[in-house]
């Protein structure tokens, strides 16, 4: 018999844990970093259609000390991103990064010298998000996976130990292989 069965009902228990993801995925403040094409959709998604406000993130931060999310959206160029990881640092911790479109995630079409290769070569990336440009429905879904992701995050040293224990399995995680056709050179 625990003590849940021995209290009135309406009283809520939970783990300091839950309450803190909670209330921290509750008060995300984004820091848009709109570079191209993307940020149109970026900024779509405020808009009274797609509302961005149901998150409680309709305050874009004009300064990187107020806000806990960097929106990548778009191409990054070699000269930009220093600015890039200036503002990633002076952001406040704990902080959280989506890259938005497939040149803030991989360079896009745009393979040359001028462009980075994706943004997290850069700045660490929580979530990714395809398209050409993203549409905004889009956006909203990955800011809702982001939440669900703050909400399951530990606490100190648990955090640290969490954050080990995934960096351990993506690197145990064996390269993907295409079998080779029949008829072509191994």
């Known amino acids: 018999m625990g003590i849940e069965e021995k209290l009135p009902s309406g009283v809520l228990l939970t783990s ?3 309450a803190a993801g909670w209330a921290r995925a509750r008060s995300v403040w984004p820091a848009t970093f709109g570079l191209a094409c993307c940020a149109i959709e970026l900024f779509q998604t405020g808009g009274p259609k797609h509302d961005l406000a149901r998150f409680g993130m309709e305050r874009a931060s004009n300064t990187p000390r107020q806000a806990d999310l960097m929106i990548v959206a778009g191409r990054v160029s070699q000269k930009m991103a220093p600015v890039l990881r200036q503002i990633y640092d002076q ?27 994706g943004v997290d070569h850069i700045v660490p990336v929580d979530i990714y998000l395809p398209g050409c440009p993203p549409r905004p429905e889009m956006l909203l879904d990955s ?31 064996s390269p993907l292989h295409l079998p080779a056709r029949e008829g072509s050179p191994q």
Request: glycine share 6%; hydrophobic share 40%; with cysteine.
């Open 16 to 18: 300091v844990e839950k």
């Open 91 to 117: 952001m406040s911790d704990p902080k959280w990064v989506i890259s938005m479109g497939v040149c803030a995630s991989s360079g896009g079409m745009f393979n040359n010298y001028a462009i980075v290769q």
């Open 143 to 173: 800011i809702v996976k982001l939440h669900d992701k703050i909400i399951n995050m530990k606490l100190g040293k648990n955090r640290e130990r969490q954050i080990t224990e995934l960096e351990n399995a993506r690197l145990s995680l």
